[in-house]
């Protein structure tokens, strides 16, 4: 069956979330350094996100690098941000592949910390993919839930210090409006492999009523299996929202 007709009749989530999490203890479990389990992990994350757009999935956010993940060792950060520079130099030259498959890619986070060049191939991605709309893939890196809150309060305390809007009449949506999602909707489905049952400061406003699902793999190890086994999972949740 094609991947396209796989999940037709069962109600997909409108925006899927992934921890990407279990990549050094990958790496431990066979003696290799923990950049190496990286280094698998983003062919986990290439192979997922192509994926999750064949299935039908129109947004999906991977958790890459959280605003506390700067705390590891320099060497397996830059390890890391060399993979980021990896991934974004074959996006250029997977161009014309990635505009056929009509991905957009776009990236959320403080990136204002992250080495120039790596900045500037960002743009470029964004640029490159933005009129794309079968799926958007988005990255997080450098991010933080209640670092992005706390940067939707100073640009809407900048617009009433302007006089542009009145602190009475600040509403939900204008405070999604200056999230790095804005536009996407809220998290209905978050995934974390690797056997941790937390957030981790991922998609903090957005993730209010998602559906979470955990499994014990490994992300270097997750599957279009194990991404099918959350989907149905997913499905077969009662919703309610507060309702009855
Ligand atoms: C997730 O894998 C990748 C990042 C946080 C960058 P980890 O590196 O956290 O893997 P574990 O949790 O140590 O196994
Ligand atoms: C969360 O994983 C961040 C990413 C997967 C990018 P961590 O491994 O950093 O989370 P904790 O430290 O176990 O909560
Ligand atoms: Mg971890």
Redesign the pocket.
């Known amino acids: 069956m094609a991947n396209s007709e796989k999940f037709k009749d069962i109600v997909l989530p409108r925006h899927v979330g992934v921890i990407?999490?279990?990549?050094?203890?990958?790496a431990k479990k066979r003696g290799l350094p923990?950049y190496e389990?990286?280094r698998e992990?983003a062919k986990t994350f290439r192979r997922i996100a192509e994926y999750a757009s064949e299935i039908g999935i129109k947004n999906i956010t991977f958790y890459?690098?959280?605003s506390e993940?700067w705390k590891r060792p320099p060497q397996e950060v830059n390890a890391?941000m060399q993979l980021l520079r990896e991934y974004l130099d074959e996006a250029e030259r997977r161009q014309k592949e990635n505009e056929e498959k009509g991905i957009r890619i776009r990236f959320i986070g403080d990136l204002s910390r992250l080495p120039e060049d790596i900045r500037k191939k960002i743009e470029e991605a964004q640029k490159l993919s933005e009129e794309k709309t079968k799926c958007t893939v988005s990255i997080a890196v450098n991010y933080g839930g209640r670092q992005e809150i706390v940067k939707a309060v100073r640009d809407i305390a900048e617009k009433a210090r302007k006089g542009e809007i009145k602190p009475e009449d600040i509403t939900e949506a204008d405070i999604e409006n200056c999230l790095y999602t804005a536009g996407i909707p809220d998290a209905d489905l978050i995934i974390r492999p690797?056997g941790e049952k937390r957030l981790s400061n991922f998609l903090t406003w957005q993730s209010v009523y998602a559906e979470f699902y955990y499994t014990d793999v490994?992300?270097p190890d997750f599957t279009t299996d194990d991404f099918d086994k959350a989907i149905l999972d997913f499905a077969n949740r009662d919703r309610r929202f507060g309702g009855v």
């Open positions: 990407m999490d279990g990549n050094g203890r990958w923990r389990g990286h992990g890459a690098f959280s993940n890391i690797s490994l992300w």
